[in-house]
């Protein structure tokens, strides 16, 4: 098993740097839970160099509660150097650590060039994609009461469909190599008439432009109580020959590696012999019973 999907800080936590002991502590972790490797993958807006490109990407949207709470929580976050945490990633490799580096790339619609421009000038080796916001409405910010009022404005089949559209294109602009929780939209339990509508798009995405879909235990940690991707998309993936990685998308070394007994069963059960691991953005295989 690998543990493609961790955080060093929390959100809330700031201006704070990661140290090869933070990093060593996690890995540790991790082998006791079966994984032999294991990927930091930080969130792209929490770093200034994004900010700096990025920094006025929600004035795109009509003024709003909405557009204000998303740029105050963003701009709050933007605040790690992105150079000292690839060096202190890729001193922990040269030590012998079982990690690689890694991204978690938020998308930014019609901006995801810009986002390559800046991600080419350093040496992932992988990086994920994610949708946490519709537009300027971050869905899965459970605990706001601001946020989770939206999907009644909204609607729940808008919701999905806005999702979908994005995962398609954050998948066909081939900036990154993983879906991660690819369905993600689910978080709260509210589902659309037909769901397999949708999921058979996130699945065909998946298909066409070669990218792996992450397997996660984070979604068991949150309402909907399931992992990510859901049982009939798994399946879907597994029909397209679609590629897997296995997370927790931990926040805290507590996390790290969290209920992956459930994950391995379920990727077993699923037909899947191998997940990928990443060198320099390239694909390998890794046996799942290591
Ligand atoms: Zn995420
Ligand atoms: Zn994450």
Same mark, same amino acid.
């Given at each position: 098993m690998i543990d493609y999907h961790l955080h060093l800080w929390a959100h809330g936590k700031r201006d704070i740097g990661p140290t090869i002991e933070d990093l060593a502590s996690y890995a540790e972790k991790a082998k006791g839970n079966g994984v032999v490797e294991i990927a930091i993958t930080e969130h792209l807006f929490r770093f200034v160099q994004t900010e700096n490109i990025l920094? =006025? #990407? #929600? %004035?795109?949207?009509? *003024?709003s509660e909405m557009r204000s709470y998303m740029e105050s929580y963003w701009k709050d976050h933007a605040r790690a150097d992105l150079d000292h945490y690839v060096e202190v990633a890729l001193a922990a490799k040269e030590a012998g650590l079982n990690v690689v580096v890694g991204m978690e790339v938020d998308y930014y619609e019609g901006e995801m060039d810009k986002v390559s421009e800046l991600l080419a000038g350093y040496p992932f080796d992988v990086l994920l994609g994610s949708i946490h916001w519709v537009r300027d409405w971050p #869905? *899965? &910010?459970? *605990? =706001?009461a601001l946020v989770q009022g939206y999907w009644d404005i909204i609607g729940v089949e808008e919701a999905w469909s806005a999702y979908t559209r994005a995962l398609e294109e954050l998948a066909d =602009? %081939? /900036?990154? *190599?993983v879906l991660a &929780?690819? $369905?993600?939209?689910k978080i709260m339990g509210k589902f659309p008439a037909v769901p397999e509508e949708y999921y058979d798009r996130m699945a065909e995405a998946a298909r066409r432009s070669g990218i792996a879909a992450e397997v996660s235990s984070a979604g068991f940690r949150k309402?909907?109580?399931?992992?990510?991707? /859901?049982p009939y998309l798994l399946r879907k993936f597994k029909e397209y020959g679609v590629d897997i990685t296995t997370a927790s $998308? /931990? &926040?805290n070394l507590g996390d790290v590696s969290k209920d992956f007994d459930r994950i391995r069963k379920i990727v077993l059960a699923a037909g899947y012999e191998s997940v990928k691991g990443f060198r320099s953005r390239q694909a390998n295989a890794i046996e799942i019973s290591q």
């Open positions: 920094g =006025s #990407f #929600f %004035r795109r949207y009509p *003024d #869905f *899965d &910010h459970t *605990d =706001s =602009s %081939r /900036a990154v *190599d &929780h690819p $369905d993600l939209i309402p909907i109580g399931e992992e990510y991707p /859901a $998308d /931990a &926040h």
